[in-house]
């Protein structure tokens, strides 16, 4: 009988932070202008407790260094609310997943 490898979510993935977005309180406020206490800080603290910024000679926005990697998520900076879409709260970040 063949084994085939487990086949394991990505903790890291768009779908990931929109079922994250979903558990968390919608009324509940973020800073979107403070790396450790906006949505994605948050979001990537509860994969990996140890996760911050990346930051080399200033921050640069929506990179991460979780699991002992760099990860940009600039992908997802609609969804977590950057400056120019709007309310920083975790269910105006679930309805903006939604619409994308």
Known sequence: MKRHPEIK????????????????DPKEQYSFSNPDNCALGRWVRSVDPKARPYCVGGCVYFAYFVNGEIHNFSHLRFIAGCSNYGAFTFGAALARAKES
Do not use: T, V
């Open 9 to 24: 979510a990505d903790p890291l993935s768009r779908a990931a932070f929109i079922g994250w977005l979903a558990q968390q």
